[in-house]
């Protein structure tokens, strides 16, 4: 298992960007592919994005397609989702999650405790 603990969240308008992180530690980190999930009140959680173990393939989901990136560096062990143009229905908890490169959320073993982004003006 490895163990994530994510940041960057927080309250921000219509429009304006946030760059969440996800660190990462115990088993090696560069074996795991890494996906960002969101899940807003009352809806399944859902896939945002992913990254492969390399950082050389990358998926989206269609809502968030040209808005955000996601980015890895494992020399540090992170892996960040860069979020521009916000909008309200991007308001969720954000989690990271590590396992392989896909966008099914039973595929991921490894799950960070997720951080808050809020979307209002």
């Known amino acids: 298992q490895?163990?994530?603990?994510?940041?960057?969240?927080g309250l921000v308008q219509p429009?304006?960007?946030l760059r969440l992180a996800c660190a990462a530690s115990g088993r090696t980190f560069s074996n795991?592919?890494?996906?960002?999930?969101r899940q807003a009140p009352g809806k399944e959680r859902e896939f945002v994005a992913a990254i492969s173990s390399g950082g050389g393939r990358t998926r989206y989901a269609d809502?968030?397609?040209?808005?955000?990136?996601?980015?890895?560096?494992?020399?540090?062990?992170?892996?960040?989702?860069q979020m521009n143009?916000?909008?309200?229905?991007?308001?969720?908890?954000?989690?990271?999650?590590?396992?392989p490169?896909?966008?099914?959320?039973?595929?991921?073993?490894?799950?960070?405790?997720?951080t808050q982004v809020t979307v209002s003006s």
Do not use: I
Request: proline content about 2%; glycine content about 16%.
């Open 2 to 9: 490895v163990q994530l603990v994510e940041s960057g969240g």
């Open 15 to 17: 429009g304006g960007s």
């Open 32 to 37: 795991y592919a890494m996906g960002w999930f």
């Open 63 to 81: 809502s968030v397609k040209g808005r955000f990136t996601v980015f890895r560096d494992n020399a540090k062990n992170t892996v960040n989702l």
């Open 85 to 99: 143009s916000l909008k309200p229905e991007d308001t969720a908890v954000y989690y990271c999650a590590a396992g």
């Open 101 to 114: 490169f896909s966008h099914r959320k039973e595929d991921f073993g490894s799950w960070g405790q997720g």
